[in-house]
């Protein structure tokens, strides 16, 4: 079911890149870039304040923007052999 | 009583002035083909206006010179400074400009028109352009009929230029065989009295066909013929510019307050610059003459003249006005103050809009985060909390717990005077609006329109909410006060990161926080019956309790997933390609579901 929802996922990105709607890779670096720097600054603050009240909610935000990061990670190489294919 | 009156009498005239004189018929048909013409420009131009133009207009009004040249450029590009004015009107309308910067674009506008003068005198009445109609007509019909919307923009533009044309055509013909009949040059007056008297009918003649193109178009035609003295052409051209704001003034009807104050401000430039041409009138001639001998324009040139002295005085007016625009904003907000009501009424949403999908999307989303301010107020106080203590900087856990204040209102009442009217104004007005938008327009309004019914429903469940947390957050029991403020405390935080997404609205990193907030949320979801279970059984709250904070829970649940899901839409800025691609890597409720559980 799992392998289903992904694959039809990637047959409509596919469809995107090749028609050049939907997600450009450039951004989507771009993304993963600012990502890698939210996930940098969470964790110092992590380190900077320890027993305080706010920490759940930063280990929160950390875990998602983890989470997000992986998909981001997923989707650039998902679209790398389609982008492959297209400058060919 | 008096608008009853008057078409049938201007009717009435019309046609007796058909019936006694062939070559008033074929004028009046000039000036109806003209007119004709440029409705079809306007709407021509339209279909370029979906983002390219409105997108222009946004980042060319930073300062008083962009607006100034944008104000020339565009009417220059369009010959229609009342459509440029109509734009501006609709864009100060939705507050995506301020009210300086469009005075500067109406400053700039009445220099572009000017240069219509210029291609009618130097062109329009030397060349034969009927000959260039006949193509042009053809060819714009033709592409008018075609199903793309640029197409269709182009041939009506081609369309409109065409009817323009055969407008002057019939004019220039009909004033040449009038002289041959009639000497209108008779009629002339001299001096003061002849200026106040010809100005007064520009005004008139403008009004009536609500274009000052058409007007001076019309002089220049009877001044080639000489129909009328140069002195009282000078003097129209003085009155055609003062009436040209009749359109910003109709077009202001349906705007709101900003509107009305930028056609003010229209009105009031184009008087002051009619006042000063009129009391300037000889040096104004005279330098005419100096520029003419310096240009090389033969001294019996009138028309060219006449477009000379028409640029001339309107740059005189801009340069001695320019600086006064700040003063004259303020003066012109204090002169037309906003409307005070007691409900709380559409700022941004006005039929001046409707035509421009990007504007209306603007103006629609303004008007969403309006009523979530509306909402925040009611939300702050349903949950006992002031709007600085959410908003501030304060440390919000602290303020919860500390804070015992019950805020004393009508939720019910306030929900009537600052939600439902403005909720019911965005729906009437996104499904009057949907019907002009082009398809991806439109499911960009839908989602606005979600955003605006999730906003309405978190009040709602606010309501619901309000009753028990003002109970039991004063009650002695410790435990079921925490618990009561934990839920007070779960939503403010959520209204707090909202407010505080809001002020960065292009970052796509604002659109993935949402993504923590909706982890959070599962979270409590996930924990609250094992919760409940363990105070019941360490008998900290009573069964009655338990139940109250269970419903209490789903009320601040759903409160939570309607804010979240409005500001979501809210903050996607469709056509914006980093916000697709921060779409696609947003958690689905799957991946929420899972991240919760890993946290707990």
């Known amino acids: 079911m799992k392998l289903n929802k992904i694959r039809k996922k990637l047959k409509k990105l596919k469809h995107q890149f090749k028609t050049k709607s939907g997600v450009r890779p450039d951004k989507l670096a771009k993304l993963t870039q600012k990502l890698q720097e939210k996930i940098a600054t969470y964790k110092e603050k992590l380190a900077d304040s320890p027993g305080n009240n706010k920490r759940h909610s930063l280990k929160t935000k950390l875990k998602v923007a983890q989470a997000q990061l992986k998909k981001a990670r997923k989707l650039e190489a998902a679209l790398a052999p389609v982008e492959k294919e297209k400058t060919e | ?600």
Not at chain 2, 67 to 82: D, E, H, N, R, V
Not at chain 2, 279 to 306: F, R
């Open chain 2, 1 to 600: 009583m008096l608008k009853k009156i008057l078409l049938p009498v201007i009717l009435l005239i019309l046609a007796y002035g058909f019936w006694i004189s062939p070559e008033f018929k074929a004028i009046a048909a000039g000036v109806a083909i003209f007119l004709f013409g440029m409705l079809f420009l306007q709407e021509g131009f339209k279909a370029f206006t979906g983002g390219l133009l409105e997108r222009l207009l946004q980042q060319s009004t930073d300062t008083t010179w962009k607006s100034l040249g944008f104000g020339i450029l565009s009417t220059t590009l369009m010959q229609s400074s009342s459509l440029v004015s109509v734009i501006t009107i609709s864009f100060l309308s939705a507050g995506l400009i301020t009210l300086t910067a469009g005075i500067g674009i109406i400053f700039g506008a009445n220099l572009g028109t000017t240069t219509g003068a210029w291609l009618v005198a130097a062109f329009g009445l030397k060349v034969d352009i009927a000959a260039y109609a006949m193509p042009m007509l053809v060819f714009g019909v033709v592409l008018s009929f075609q199903k793309s919307r640029y197409l269709k923009g182009a041939g009506h533009i081609l369309a409109g230029l065409g009817f323009l044309f055969l407008g002057i055509h019939y004019m220039k013909e009909g004033f040449e065989t009038f002289r041959g009949n009639f000497d209108l040059a008779a009629l002339a007056v001299p001096g003061y009295r002849g200026l106040f008297l010809f100005a007064a009918v520009g005004v008139a003649a403008t009004v009536v066909m609500q274009s000052s193109h058409a007007t001076l178009v019309l002089i220049l035609t009877a001044l080639a013929a000489q129909q009328i003295t140069y002195e009282n052409a000078l003097a129209l051209a003085i009155g055609a510019n003062v009436g040209t704001t009749i359109t910003a003034i109709i077009g202001a009807f349906s705007a709101n307050i900003e509107g009305k104050r930028l056609a003010a401000a229209h009105l009031l430039f184009n008087l002051l610059t009619g006042v000063i041409a009129i009391a300037l009138i000889q040096q104004l001639v005279a330098g005419v003459e100096a520029i003419s001998d310096a240009m090389g324009i033969a001294p019996d040139n009138y028309t060219l003249k006449l477009a000379v002295f028409h640029t001339l005085f309107n740059l005189a007016g801009v340069i001695l006005l320019l600086p006064f625009i700040n003063p004259m904003a303020v003066w012109l907000t204090r002169l037309l103050p906003a409307p005070r009501s007691d409900i709380v009424q559409p700022l941004y949403l006005n039929d001046a809009v409707i035509d421009f999908p990007e504007t209306v999307l603007a103006a629609v989303r303004r008007e969403v985060w309006h009523l979530f301010d509306s909402a925040f107020e009611i939300m702050a106080h349903g949950l006992n909390l002031h709007r600085n203590q959410i908003t501030g900087s304060n440390d919000l856990y602290t303020t919860i717990h500390q804070d015992r204040e019950v805020i004393d209102f009508d939720l019910d009442e306030s929900y009537e005077r600052k939600v439902k009217v403005l909720y019911g104004a965005i729906i009437e007005f996104i499904s009057r609006a949907q019907s002009h938008m082009p398809s991806p327009f439109a499911d960009e309004l839908f989602r606005l329109r979600q955003s605006a019914a999730d906003i309405v429903e978190a009040v709602k469940h606010i309501k619901h909410l309000r009753k028990n947390t003002s109970l039991y957050m004063v009650s002695r029991n410790v435990p079921i006060c925490a618990e009561y403020n934990q839920l007070r405390l779960k939503i403010a935080r959520i209204l707090r990161d909202i407010q505080a997404f809001r002020t960065a609205p292009e970052d796509s990193i604002s659109l993935l926080e949402l993504d923590s907030l909706k982890v959070e949320v599962e979270q409590d979801r996930q924990s609250i019956h094992q919760h409940i279970d363990e105070l019941i059984r360490h008998q900290r709250i009573t069964p009655l309790m338990a139940t109250s904070l269970l419903n209490d829970f789903t009320y601040s649940d759903e409160v939570a997933h309607h804010l979240i899901d409005a500001a979501r839409n809210l903050l996607i800025l469709q056509r914006e390609p980093e916000m697709e691609a921060a779409q696609e890597i947003m958690l689905d409720e799957d991946e929420i579901t899972e991240v919760a559980k890993e946290q707990t």
